[in-house]
């Protein structure tokens, strides 16, 4: 099981009170798999969701322990946060789906389906931003 001391190789350039708060929440995560209950209340779906809970964040902070750029920090720590409330406040470990129709985004100007692809990936919610890069 990785630790808090995997995620402390972070950029010279992140200020301490952010590298703070980066390794508050992969403590967070931690305590909070200890503790996560399946929403359906059998040992086999806590197990599985426990799981993917530690995978998820073990990949999503090796993949961004290299960022120095302080805004897609942010953006991290933003994301990060969203998804563990969701998590505890819908009981589901797993990104929360959108569902929109294709052309369902109100279009600039009249334009088509590739302006409806931008409008959709501008419309994508924060807790979103990395599920797609990762799975």
Not at 25 to 41: D, E, M, N
Not at 77 to 103: F, K
Request: proline content about 7%.
């Amino acid at each position: 099981m990785a630790g808090p001391e995997q995620a402390q190789h972070f950029s010279p350039r992140m200020t301490t009170a952010t590298r703070q708060e980066v390794l508050g929440l992969y403590r967070r995560i931690f305590r909070l798999v200890r503790k996560w209950q399946a929403a359906s209340g059998q040992m086999e779906d806590t197990i599985k969701e426990k799981q993917y809970i530690l995978n998820e964040a073990r990949t999503l902070f090796q993949k961004n322990k290299n960022l120095t750029d302080t805004d897609l920090i942010k953006q991290c720590i933003d994301e990060c946060t969203a998804r563990i409330e969701i998590g505890l406040h819908y009981q589901i470990p797993y990104p929360r789906p959108i569902h929109l129709p294709p052309m369902g985004l109100t279009p600039l100007r009249g334009r088509g389906l590739r302006s409806q692809e931008k409008l959709r990936k501008l419309s994508k919610p924060v807790y979103l931003k990395s599920h797609d890069e990762i799975s």
